[in-house]
């Protein structure tokens, strides 16, 4: 990792939670409509704490240091793999989250897989943003804003036993 400064080597570091994320996007050239492309991006994101307020860094790493962040991957979770499909309609950005973990699947549940669905508007719009806001082409039950049962990192925890909890473990109620 020559050249770049790792945060981990300084003696006040204290992240509450680090990550490495890599990011496959796959997509039809436009130039030459019959070939395929992929392109693959790595990042580190690290969040902290600094009093009471919570500080998140996100930072572009190459596919070696990516490789040697893996290294140092906490044992007691599992890699998340999700398919992500955004879109802009009526001023807003939507991102559907769908996970695809095979010990994240909801068999208990009619088969149906979990999806999040997260959006973002401008800073100009002051609104706060509520189911009502959902476009009618999408099926919302329920607003997990801020829920950190929804969240990734509470979502790859390993659990004694079977290695990870069924769905019904997580959400007794279900997530619908």
């Known amino acids: 990792m020559a050249g770049s400064k790792n945060p981990m080597k300084s003696s006040s570091?204290?992240?509450?939670?680090?990550?490495?994320?890599?990011?496959?996007?796959?997509g039809l050239d436009i130039i030459d409509n019959d070939r395929d492309f992929e392109f693959r991006s790595y990042t580190l994101k690290i969040i902290s704490m600094e009093g009471s307020q919570q500080i998140e860094s996100v930072r572009s790493i190459s596919k070696r240091e990516y490789k040697d962040y893996l290294r140092f991957a906490d044992p007691s979770r599992h890699v998340i793999h999700q398919n992500r499909i955004q879109f802009s309609f009526q001023s807003r950005f939507?991102?559907?989250?769908?996970?695809?973990?095979?010990?994240?699947?909801?068999?208990?549940?009619?088969?149906?897989?979990?999806?999040?669905?997260?959006?973002?508007?401008?800073e100009d719009d002051p609104a706060e943003i509520t189911l009502e806001d959902v476009p009618d082409f999408l099926d919302a039950h329920e607003d997990v804003t801020n829920n950190k049962r929804y969240s990734a990192h509470y979502l790859s925890k390993k659990y004694p036993g079977s290695g990870s909890p069924t769905v019904l473990e997580r959400f007794p109620s279900g997530p619908f």
């Open 13 to 26: 570091f204290k992240p509450k939670v680090m990550f490495v994320r890599e990011r496959t996007q796959q």
């Open 94 to 122: 939507y991102e559907v989250v769908e996970y695809l973990d095979s010990d994240l699947s909801l068999s208990e549940l009619d088969g149906k897989p979990l999806l999040l669905l997260n959006i973002r508007q401008s």
